[in-house]
């Protein structure tokens, strides 16, 4: 596709449950970035993958989140037993490599917990 | 850690008008990147203009504007001859040189433009 796409574009859940959040960056993007938008707030940058690996995780939450990529491709966000502060728009964001390329970003899943 | 910052939690131009947002940065590295973004209702972020602080001129895109002030941590952007398409939340950017994928957002400026 022409852009990054996220699915699914909404979820709600109910509290306890796991949901899986996906993220289709562009292709050929070896850079693969999720960040959590609550009501009125800024980004919070969760993580992000070089490749395959995740140099960095110390954006994640809790141990209740994990995420992965494979094949430098698509990624999963997942949330496991998610609780109602887990409420909020999820983006992804995708760059040709981790330096100073341009993030490119998808239109968010909206997770809501009741 | 560093820390962006967004004062501004709306500002109001008129149409064809000049808006100023302000960004102001604590760090302590001397290499980095600054951003501003747009949010429109659509959710879809989009990257407006950027800088290297290494570059002591300023960026500029067509109508988009910054003014960077490296040892004042202060990072403006300008939107000059505002439109109305303009209208969007604005946020600002801060990446490190040394600690490629992580970034820091600020809060976020809502720009609202009147006809």
């Known amino acids: 596709g022409a852009g990054v796409s996220q699915s699914p574009s909404n979820k709600v859940t109910e509290k306890g449950k796991d949901v899986e959040l996906r993220c289709d960056p562009i292709?050929?993007?070896?850079?693969l970035y999720w960040y959590r938008q609550s009501l009125g707030q800024g980004l919070e940058f969760l993580i992000y993958f070089q490749g395959n690996s995740a140099p960095d995780k110390s954006g994640l939450p809790s141990d209740r989140f994990s995420a992965e990529r494979t094949g430098g491709s698509v990624s999963t966000l997942t949330i496991q037993r998610t609780q109602q502060e887990d409420s909020a728009v999820y983006l992804c964001?995708?760059?040709?490599?981790?330096?100073?390329?341009?993030?490119?970003f998808g239109p968010g899943t909206r997770l809501t917990v009741l | 850690a560093q820390t962006v910052t967004q004062s501004q939690p709306e500002m109001s131009v008129q149409e064809a008008e000049t808006v100023t947002l302000s960004c102001t940065y604590d760090t302590s590295e001397s290499d980095y990147y600054l951003f501003w973004y747009k949010q429109p209702p659509s959710r879809q972020m989009i990257l407006v203009i950027r800088?290297?602080?290494?570059?002591?001129q300023n960026a500029t895109e067509n109508r988009f504007s910054v003014n960077f002030q490296k040892a004042a941590k202060s990072f403006s952007l300008k939107i000059s001859d505002s439109q109305l398409g303009d209208a969007a939340m604005y946020f600002c950017a801060y990446r490190s040189a040394r600690l490629w994928g992580k970034f820091q957002f600020g809060a976020g400026t809502q720009v609202v433009v009147t006809p």
């Open positions: 800088q290297e602080a290494y570059k002591q």
């Open positions: 292709s050929g993007h070896t850079a």
């Open positions: 964001a995708s760059s040709l490599t981790s330096g100073f390329d341009t993030q490119y």
